[in-house]
């Protein structure tokens, strides 16, 4: 059974850090092209940062880049997003997702597998 599962969210004031993690099981990470989404309350699911299974390379969205960062253990089939100077609009619950096609990094529709998500709150 193919399961990704997050953890690491939760309240961090402005400026802070958190680390999310996302394990996965019933499937090979490195095999997937493995990102990461938000959703803010009311508005579309929008890809936040993914790498990509052929070269390993990432991609980040211009609202998170030099402050995001997103790596991936092959050996625990975890996938991490490290947050640094967390901002109030970066507060939305955050979804781990893993798909075959690289647009997937972009394109929610094209996600294979999606976690339960895992909330994000920045707040002072």
């Known amino acids: 059974q193919v399961q990704l599962v997050e953890s690491g969210g939760g309240l961090v004031q402005p400026g802070g850090s958190l680390r999310l993690s996302c394990a996965a099981s019933?499937?090979?990470?490195?095999?997937?092209?493995i990102g990461w989404f938000r959703q803010a309350p009311g508005k579309g699911r929008e890809g936040v940062s993914c790498v990509r299974r052929s070269a390993g390379s990432t991609y980040y969205a211009d609202s998170v880049k030099g402050r995001f960062t997103i790596s991936r253990d092959n050996a625990k089939n975890t996938v991490y997003l490290q947050m640094n100077s967390l901002k109030p609009e970066d507060t939305a619950v955050y979804y781990c997702?893993?798909?075959?096609?690289?647009?997937?990094?972009?394109?929610?529709?094209?996600?294979?597998?999606w976690g339960q998500g895992t909330q994000v709150t920045v707040s002072s």
């Open positions: 997702a893993a798909g075959v096609t690289q647009a997937m990094c972009v394109a929610s529709l094209l996600v294979d597998y």
């Open positions: 019933g499937f090979t990470l490195d095999n997937y092209n």
